[in-house]
């Protein structure tokens, strides 16, 4: 299959009506029927700011990049999109053209033998 792969650069303490951003991504994923997705916490990252955070014993909970990743279709991707946007929510993105399948799939997620 054609799709999109979308990460998400969001810092792990950040939040969207009350939930940590990177879980509320994932929630509004999972009700959209997307296949899966992930968030992935960073090691050291930095941002717009040029300010370097890392993991370190006496680093502030909350402070580090987490990473939310899904592998979609184009139409999921657009869908997606369109539902952070129209929550207001300011998120850095990444949208990279991307072919998947399923090897050895036995057609239980609808994706094998495609593509």
Do not use: C
């Not at 999109?81 to 993105?93: D, K, N, P, Q």
């Amino acid at each position: 299959m054609q799709g999109a792969f979308l990460r998400f650069y969001v810092h792990e303490g950040e939040r969207h009506h009350g939930k940590l951003l990177w879980e509320w991504l994932l929630e509004q994923a999972k009700g959209m029927g997307l296949r899966g997705g992930s968030a992935l916490r960073a090691m050291a990252g930095f941002g717009r700011h040029h300010t370097l955070h890392a993991n370190h014993f006496f680093e502030l909970a909350g402070d580090l990049p987490v990473e939310v990743e899904f592998i979609v279709s184009d139409e999921e991707a657009s869908a997606l999109l369109a539902l952070i946007a129209r929550e207001g929510v300011r998120v850095f993105y990444a949208r990279i053209p991307v072919s998947f399948d399923v090897i050895n799939s036995e057609g239980a997620d609808g994706a094998g033998g495609r593509g």
